[in-house]
């Protein structure tokens, strides 16, 4: 046996490793590195196997132990140094092999990824390591700021036509842009209306922007009609106008601007009418205060509508009064009413009133007597039915008068009783859906129908089923969906047209229909015209369509809502220029123009690109000029000098410096010196509450109020009084609706019903906004249905088959989507077993349900019962022998009868041989019983403390007494009537009635949650208490979810809303109460695109425009004026650009953008050759940009504009700046002089010591 002491182990690079074994048993041992000892040392390079082999008699075993070398770790990074943008995050990520722990400079250990967000440029280190050792690595994390801008000199009101100096300060910007394409922190604007110019700025990091309003006040040139009658005058500012004048006014409006007013003066005319009165004989009438009698007539002046003299002619008429008769009948002991006055048989009276000229009308009224009958009836019904007359149900044992009216419209009074005979009476309660029928006894029932079902009980009296039908509601709802115009919405499998109206019928959980009425709301199809420029004989890209100039086309796109938007596009014909321009230049000189040299005196036509983009001629004309003088004005700050040529000069100051020009001419120019001022200005700033806001370096609080001192650009001090205004932190509530034991979530947050919670956000103005967010748990919905089945038989209900006493729980969703429980249970049916014996004369048979049945025999039937189930009757048939009977009748003591044709005396028997009613033969032995008095007992009903009448009297209730009559067979009879003494009835009665309404019951008006006791009476005449209560039924509400774009609306209950919130309405329900519809609008926010320029060179397309997106739903796509659906651009031209960006919800942002023409200013100055043959010509040139470059004819590029020892002639110069953009600065001409000649007279000879004058003639002085 082997044991093993040190096997298989892990070491480092360049360790050892020691392997121990203990054989027992063995007599050799060989390890495969030849080794014969128990114990050996190894040190491999790599990992690698050592076998021991075991040896004895018995053979050899093998043990393999395996040494790993461990590596140390090594660090990979595949996310390392970076620049971010301050407030972002980013990941450091590294793989380390090898390694047992990882440690970050933070602290954080074992991970490959470190999350950071420095506030400023950061290191970082990782260490890696295990137990043979470690690696370690760092990253720079580089922290770009924000760029802002701040308002220096900001908004300002102006008149129409004035203009406004704009100025900001920016900080930390790779590009400034005004809205009107200006780049410049200082600009000046001249709009034609109140408009906002904002500044913004942007780095890869984000923007910033500033609003500046300048508010334009109007001039007014206006006309104002004023109104005078003939022959008057008006006053308009001071200045008196007649009627039919015209005069204009020059005003100054409220702001200062002028206003021009047109005021003409209307003529007014006078009126002439005619008004005719009337009055009742002897009264008068009134007008202007004045009174009138019939028959007058006089004139009125009175003063217009319009301020003028208007006369009415008024005439009287006489009115006549009216006198009638009027004859009315009455009943006696009655009165009749006329003009609100009760009147008897026999009254006279005179009544006045108005007649319908106004004036008096006299009725005499006389009332005669008419005459009255009485009668008397009597009805018979059965017990719980009731016999009609007249219209009225009367109860059994009822007595009641009936008022009539006879023929001559008087009372005939009929006293009618009706006799009790006694019937059956049960109640059965039926259920069926609003629309539906219920079916008993082959009747068709209607939900809320009662009626009654009389069949023959076997006391041959009626026995009524009263059946009532309870109506179980069927609920109904309201959708509204959109459609565009021309297109379809989809409900149900339905395809509907916008405008259509359908309604859908569902099967809801009571088994009854549940109607949805689907509207279909017509989205609005958008169509707008855009107006584009081209030139004459080029053509203009929208949506990749070529339109030449004077084209017009229609474009449709998708709108926002979804729908077609139509774009009318029209292409403007832009007008080619062409202008006149005069040069000046002195005597032999040229001038240079658009790389041009031009003589004094030479014209010349040019073709250039106007602003438009169109050809431009400019005819060019050179004027020779003796001198040249030009004005230069300096600026100077208030306390300074400017310095030119040299001198320095004061603000204010103008001096004239002369001289002498590259061509000989005189160049005079007039230097004046503007003083500059110093600006001030006010800035409000605003910080939330308990925050700071930073102005140039400094942290201001709430309230605070500072001045800053800056350099303007112009070099003078500039004042800025900063304000800080404080900002309230906002709060608003918002509440959730739920079903009990479920949440809703809100910002990640799972809330349950009766939750509330504030969530802390930023607002837009930077402030804390506070969310208070509160849960509100919907109702649960729980009902009671009880259906019914026969012994041994099952029922269906949802799908699930019920037995007889089963009661069962079924939940559903309810309309609020939480969940509704129906409580079913089965009612067992009873199944009916009755015994029915029929008789039959020996050898005979009778009939039962259509089958024969001897004498004697017996059978089963069963039968269907009224409640379904089944019925069992046992039939047996009796055998009837020869039937014989006993007779007993009575008569009178000393009277006789007649029985089958024989008379009888009291105390005779006789037999009688006749046919049994079956057929069979019949003996009746008849035997006649003396009579001496015949009694009988008759129980009478009254209720408690009343009497009821018997044969003409009157009992109390509980009284017994007896009443002698003859009988039918002329004995004497005795009735001995006890009253029975009725009880009064008391029940409970539920009513139910909307929440918030009331209902009646017998005449009282009762609210939900009231209860009232009523005492009636009873069918039997007698008290009955009714204790009544109301129950509330609840108002039904429903809920709807909308998101709209942003911007954009949406019809609610007829009316367009963009605001997002709860909107409801009230409508009312199938069961009569209020339903509560709340439509909850939401808006989803707009994309929100931003983009960052690159100017164009003004000698190649090479503009950019870089398009980055937030908010919104993404992916964005791009839709450019020019046709193009990328998100960057390249190799673009200057000008304007708009790009609409749409979002995945089809929700879109216009954003324009300029891309601007790169310019250089370069100013040139030439030296002429001093003397003829030399070149020591100079061209010095020289720009305010940075690493400018220039070049003279096709030469190379130098970094300086200095080009010296030139000769004389015309050089091409050229600039190129460090975008690679060329700049062609025109031509430069170096003049030499004229070559100096010298003329000298022939030789000649003189005499020594004579002298000669020598003259010697030069080309030049």
């Known amino acids: 046996a082997l044991e093993v002491i040190n096997g298989s182990q892990a070491i480092c690079q360049g360790e050892s490793a020691t392997l121990t074994i203990s054989p027992d048993g063995a007599d050799a041992i060989v390890w495969s590195n030849g080794s014969t000892d128990s114990t050996i040392t190894v040190s491999p390079g790599q990992s690698e196997a050592y076998t021991v082999s075991l040896t004895n008699i018995c053979g050899t075993t093998d043990t393999t132990f395996m040494i790993d070398i461990l590596e140390t770790p090594t660090i990979e990074v595949l996310q390392g140094s970076q620049e971010i943008c301050i407030g972002d995050s980013t990941i450091l990520e590294i793989t380390a092999s090898q390694a047992s722990s990882l ?9 490959t990824a470190l999350t950071v967000m420095p506030a400023q440029t950061t290191s970082y280190d990782v260490l890696a390591s295990n137990s043979c050792g470690q690696a370690d690595t760092s990253f720079t994390i580089t922290v770009n700021p924000l760029p802002t801008v701040d308002i220096i000199n900001g908004g300002q009101t102006i008149c129409e036509g004035q203009s406004a100096t704009l100025s900001v300060e920016t900080a930390n910007e790779d590009a400034l842009s005004w809205s009107n394409g200006a780049t410049d922190t200082l600009i000046t604007v001249s709009p034609g209306q109140t408009e906002a110019f904002t500044a913004s700025v942007s780095n890869g990091c984000g923007s910033d ?10 001039t007014y040139d206006a006309n104002l009609e004023l109104e005078a009658c003939s022959g008057t005058a008006v006053t308009y500012n001071n200045v008196s106008l007649q009627a039919g004048d015209s005069q204009t006014f020059m005003l100054a409006t409220a702001e200062g601007c002028d206003s021009v007013i047109h005021v003409s003066v209307i003529e007014l005319p006078t009126y002439e009418s005619d008004l005719q009165l009337e009055a009742c004989t002897g009264s008068t009438v009134f007008y202007e205060n004045i009174p009138l009698n019939p028959g007058d007539a006089q004139s009125f002046t009175l003063m217009a509508q319009n301020g003028c003299d208007s006369v009415v002619h008024v005439l009287v ?6 006198e009638e008769n009027l004859e009315l009948q009455t009943c006696p002991n009655s009165t009749i009413l006329y003009s609100g006055t009760e009147l008897a048989p026999g009254d006279s009276q005179d009544f006045m009133f108005t007649g319908q000229n106004g004036c008096d009308s006299t009725v005499h009224v006389t009332v005669s007597e008419l005459t009255a009958f009485t009668s008397g009836l009597e009805l018979e019904a059965c017990t719980g039915t009731t016999a009609t007359y007249n219209g009225a149900e009367l109860d059994p044992g009822d007595t009641q008068s009936f008022t009539l009216a006879a023929s001559n419209g008087c009372d005939s009074v009929v006293q009618v009783t009706v006799l009790e005979l006694p019937a059956f009476e049960s109640d059965l309660q039926l259920q069926a859906c609003t629309g539906s029928t219920a079916i008993f006894d082959n009747a068709e029932l209607n939900p809320g129908d009662t009626q009654s079902f009389i069949y023959t009980a076997a006391n041959g009296c009626d026995s009524t089923i009263n059946v ?10 309201s959708l509204e969906l959109e459609a565009c115009t021309g297109t379809t919405a989809t409900y149900n499998g339905a395809e509907l047209d916008p405008g259509d109206t359908q309604s859908f019928t569902f099967s809801a959980l009571n088994g009854c229909d549940s109607v949805v009425n689907v509207s279909v709301i017509e989205l609005p199809v958008f169509e707008s015209s855009l107006a584009l420029e081209a030139c004459p004989g080029t053509v203009v890209t929208y949506n990749g369509a070529d339109l030449p100039a004077g084209d017009a086309q229609r474009f449709t796109l998708t709108a926002a809502n979804g729908c077609d938007s139509i774009v009318n596009v029209s292409v403007i014909e832009l007008p080619v220029f062409e202008s006149n321009l005069e040069l000046e230049a002195c005597p032999g000189a040229t001038v240079d123009f658009n790389g041009t040299a031009l003589l004094a005196g030479d014209t010349q036509s040019f073709t250039l690109t106007a602003g438009n983009g169109c050809d431009s001629m400019v005819h060019v004309t050179v004027l020779e000029l003796s001198v040249f003088e030009s004005d230069l004005q300096l600026e100077a700050c208030t306390g300074t000098t400017a310095l030119f040529d040299g001198t320095e000069l004061q603000p204010g100051e103008a001096q004239s410096f002369t001289y002498t020009a590259a061509n000989g001419c005189d160049s005079t120019i007039y230097v004046n010196v503007i003083e500059l001022p110093a600006y001030e200005q006010d800035l409000q700033l605003q910080a939330c509450t308990g925050n700071t806001v930073t ?10 109020f500072e001045t800053f001192t800056f350099i303007s650009q112009a070099g003078c001090d500039s004042v800025v009084h900063v304000m800080v205004e404080e900002v309230d932190i906002l709060e608003e509530s918002l509440e959730f609706f739920t079903c009990p034991e479920t949440t809703v979530t809100y910002e990640g947050t799972a809330l349950a019903p009766g939750d509330s919670q504030q969530f802390q956000f930023i607002s837009q103005n930077g402030c804390d906004s506070i969310v208070t967010v509160s849960v509100v748990a919907l109702p649960i919905f729980e009902a009671i249905l009880e259906l019914e089945a026969c012994t041994g038989s099952t029922i269906l209900y949802n799908g699930m088959a019920l037995s007889p006493g089963d009661s069962q729980s079924f939940t559903f969703t309810a309309s609020n989507g939480c969940d509704s429980t129906v409580n079913v249970s089965v009612v067992e049916l009873q199944t009916f077993e009755s015994e029915l014996e029929l008789q039959a004369c020996p050898g005979e048979q009778v009939s039962y349900n259509g089958a024969s049945l001897p004498a004697g025999d017996s059978q089963d039937f069963i039968l269907s019962a009224r409640n379904g189930c089944d019925s069992t009757v046992h039939v047996t048939v009796l055998e009837l022998p020869t039937y014989e009977q006993n007779l007993a009748l009575q008569a009178c003591v000393g009277t006789t009868l007649t029985y089958n044709g024989a008379t009888l005396a009291p105390g005779d028997n006789q037999s009688f041989l006749l046919a049994s009613q079956f057929g069979c033969d019949s003996v009746v032995n008849v035997s006649v019983e003396g009579v001496e008095i015949f009694e009988t007992e008759l129980e009478l009903q009254a209720c408690s403390g009343s009497t009821v009448a018997y044969n003409g009297t009157s009992l109390l209730a509980g009284e017994q007494q007896d009443f002698t009559f003859t009988s039918q067979i002329g004995c004497d009879s005795i009735v001995t009537v006890s009253v029975l003494e009725l009880p009064t009835y008391e029940q409970d009665l539920l009513l139910q009635t909307c929440e918030g309404t009331t209902t009646t019951y017998n005449g009282v008006t009762l609210a939900p949650g009231e209860e009232q006791d009523f005492l009636l009476t009873t069918s039997g005449g007698c008290d009955s208490l009714i204790h009544a209560y109301v129950m509330g039924v609840e108002n039904i509400l429903t809920n709807e979810n909308r998101t709209i774009c942003q911007g954009d609306s949406s019809l609610i209950f007829g009316a367009y809303q963009s605001q997002p919130g709860p909107y409801s309405a009230v409508f009312t329900s199938v069961n009569g109460c209020d339903s509560t519809h709340t439509v909850i609008l939401a808006t989803t926010p707009l994309p929100q695109p931003s ?23 993404p992916p964005y796509t791009f839709s450019w004026n020019d046709g193009a659906f990328t998100a960057g651009r390249a190799e673009l031209p200057p000008g304007n650009y708009t790009v609409t960006t749409t979002d995945a919800r089809g929700c879109r942002q216009v954003l324009a953008a300029t891309v601007p023409e790169r310019s250089l200013e370069v100013e040139s100055e030439t030296k002429d050759i001093s003397c003829f043959g030399r070149k020591d010509g100079l061209i010095t040139l020289q720009s305010d940009g940075v690493n400018i470059t220039y070049q003279l004819n096709g030469g190379p590029l130098q970094s300086h504009g200095f080009f010296s020892s030139l000769g004389a002639g015309q050089y091409l110069a050229r600039a190129e700046d460090s975008y690679g953009c060329r700049y062609e600065l025109g031509a430069l001409v170096i003049k030499e002089p004229d070559q100096l000649l010298v003329a000298l007279p022939p030789d000649t000879t003189i005499q020594v010591g004579k002298s000669i004058r020598i003259q010697a003639l030069a080309n030049q002085t």
């Open 209 to 218: 922007s500033e609003v500046i309003t300048v508010t334009v006040n109007p």
């Open 317 to 322: 008429m006489e009115l006549i009064p009216v």
């Open 695 to 704: 102005y140039n370096g400094m942290e201001l609080d709430p309230g605070a």
């Open 468 to 477: 009532t039908v309870a109506e179980l509601p069927v609920f109904a709802s």
């Open 103 to 111: 440690q970050w400079s933070t602290g954080l250990m074992d991970s």
């Open 1091 to 1113: 983009v960052e320029v690159q100017a164009s060179c003004p000698d190649k397309n090479n503009g950019a425009i870089g398009l980055q997106v937030s908010g919104g739903a």
